[in-house]
């Protein structure tokens, strides 16, 4: 009896011709293979692709064997890309932007109202301002999907170059030349504590003040950080002890528990503020500048018809609502 072919090495040594990729990448394949890369899990792919999970592990073996390449290090229960999944995911998004967002115009133009608006926004802002940016939205365009991730102001600038999202939300002094900031508010920057704290009395603050308490700074990484970082140097001989953070909640909590006072704009302690569990006071020392809050947008395209409709309606809803600390 002749025994059973022995089954290629997977995946291939080298890629198949440029006509033969040509037909793999209009199947199935390159579609699992970015919903995967998308989740990080052949799990979470299936789901959202409603399939079986075995499907999905079947096309993306097929892709790394006409590739002649793994796509994806698979590591215990992670997975996470190879560099030349990096580089495949980066390019395949490009490739299918135009064709889901001709999809979500054609339907929209249908009357369906369907698409997807992909956005990404600073920390603070969806601590204040997004939940209702999105609950006025979704009540108007029910049937448009909003993907929205949390990140820090230079995270959403990432994200927007990387062309992860259609629209960002956040703070940004000096906006890269590939960003435009299609809509701009500045802030003041004080210092937000709870009513009972020893500064709360001031009416003219600064840093000088400050740093006789207590305080909670942004780490670098937050917008703020690189704006005050050269007064809060320049107030004291020596820096007193700080508390540093990369979460803006955790700089209203702080404040909050009344020990600390948190450098910041008022926009990410905004409810507190209203409800009077905290107060805020602007710093007032000579060339200190604001924040600029944009909304910001890749330069040089314009948008599809679903990103633009959730543009048009954040930027008449931050039109008309009040900033507090704004200039």
């Known amino acids: 009896m002749d025994s059973k072919p022995k089954p290629p090495d997977r995946p291939r040594e080298h890629a198949l011709s440029t006509g033969l990729l040509a037909r793999v990448f209009h199947q199935p394949s390159l579609i699992y293979f970015n919903a995967v890369a998308t989740h990080l899990s052949i799990r979470e792919a299936a789901r959202r692709l409603d399939i079986a999970s075995s499907a999905i592990t079947r096309q993306v073996a097929q892709l790394e064997d006409a590739l002649g390449i793994a796509l994806f290090i698979r590591e215990k229960r992670r997975l996470r890309l190879s560099p030349a999944g990096e580089i495949l995911f980066r390019h395949s998004r490009r490739l299918a932007a135009p064709i889901e967002a001709a999809v979500s115009e054609i339907e929209m133009l249908r009357g369906i109202k369907s698409g997807s608006v992909r956005i990404a926004a600073a920390e603070s802002i969806g601590l204040s301002f997004l939940p209702r940016l999105i609950t006025d939205f979704g009540r108007r365009y029910p049937r448009l999907n909003l993907d929205v991730s949390l990140t820090s102001s230079s995270g959403v600038i990432e994200r927007l170059l990387d062309e992860r999202v259609d629209i ?160």
């Open 168 to 327: 960002g939300l956040g703070f940004i002094a000096k906006p890269p030349r590939q960003i435009d900031v299609a809509f701009r508010r500045d802030v003041r920057i004080g210092a937000v504590m709870a009513p009972d704290h020893p500064l709360a009395a001031s009416k003219h603050l600064t840093f000088r003040q400050c740093i006789e308490h207590p305080l909670a700074v942004a780490k670098p990484e937050i917008s703020i950080r690189e704006v005050i970082e050269p007064f809060l140097r320049g107030s004291a001989t020596i820096l007193p002890p700080l508390v540093e953070v990369d979460s803006i909640r955790l700089m209203v909590e702080l404040a909050l528990g009344g020990h600390y006072a948190s450098i910041m704009t008022p926009i990410g302690a905004q409810n507190e503020i209203e409800r009077g569990t905290l107060v805020f006071r602007p710093l007032e020392d000579s060339g200190l500048p604001t924040n600029r809050f944009g909304i910001l947008v890749r330069g040089g395209s314009a948008l599809h018809l679903a990103p633009a409709i959730f543009f048009d309606h954040a930027k008449g809803y931050f039109e008309g609502v009040s900033l507090p600390g704004a200039v």
